[in-house]
């Protein structure tokens, strides 16, 4: 099993519709979650963390849910430079340090 | 501030040869991490640099190794190169612990490794 899984899609969804990702790690000692997007052929940028009791940001909102080990992202009102992959990151426990730990990413596509 | 700078952005090497990439992190950041993303796949972990320290490696074999300098640039080497080296390597740093401290890993735009 992958330490961190995410569903590759594609999703792919009309301008203004929701979506919604699901992440789930493996290591119930993990701490410190993100969600990072990577644009095609370009280097992943953080979108935002996820914090235990939920976070929003404009139209993206985050949970955390530790006791079923996973953590999710809603984008409402989806716009047509939303499409990209979303990249799920968990700091697991490795060696006694954590090591930012990435799932493959879940493609979104926002058509017209 | 300048952002992460890696170089060379292209690379093409012949397999069983060596190469040398770099990384230059964003002034202040004293931790470098490495990560390969082969097409079509998430980024794996390589290796963690801090204080110029080896501090954790990912799931792969020796002949992928490197350092940090004192001035925190760091330098991934790839020996006896395989047709599945190739792929994009990304390095990230990030904010020593403390004030300001995220946990945001910034990425460098990426050294694209081909190996024929």
């Known amino acids: 099993r992958k330490e961190v899984e995410q569903d590759p899609g594609p999703f792919n969804v009309p301008e203004g519709a929701t979506v919604a990702f699901n992440c789930t790690y493996s290591?119930?000692?993990?701490?410190?979650f993100f969600w990072y997007r990577q644009d095609c052929r370009k280097e992943p940028k953080l979108l935002m963390s996820v914090y235990s009791s939920g976070n929003e940001d404009g139209r993206f909102t985050a949970q955390l849910n530790r006791a079923s080990q996973y953590i999710s992202l809603l984008i409402r009102d989806s716009k047509l430079s939303d499409s990209a992959t979303y990249l799920c990151?968990?700091?697991?426990?490795?060696?006694?340090?954590?090591?930012?730990?990435f799932g493959r990413g879940t493609s979104l596509i926002v058509h017209p | 501030e300048a952002g992460v700078t890696q170089s060379p952005t292209h690379l093409i090497k012949t397999r069983g040869h060596q190469a040398t990439l770099r990384c230059s992190p964003i002034s202040g950041h004293t931790s470098v991490y490495w990560y390969q993303q082969a097409l079509g796949l998430g980024l794996q972990f390589l290796l963690w640099y801090d204080e110029g320290e080896e501090r954790n490696r990912g799931n792969f074999p020796p002949r992928f190794s490197g350092r940090q300098f004192p001035n925190y640039s760091s330098e991934l080497n790839v020996n006896a190169l395989e047709l599945e080296d190739s792929a994009l390597y990304l390095c990230a740093s990030i904010r020593t612990p403390g004030q300001r401290y995220t946990g945001e890993l910034f990425f460098g735009e990426g050294s694209r490794l081909t190996v024929l």
């Open positions: 990151v968990v700091n697991l426990a490795s060696g006694g340090s954590y090591i930012p730990t």
């Open positions: 290591n119930s000692a993990s701490q410190s």
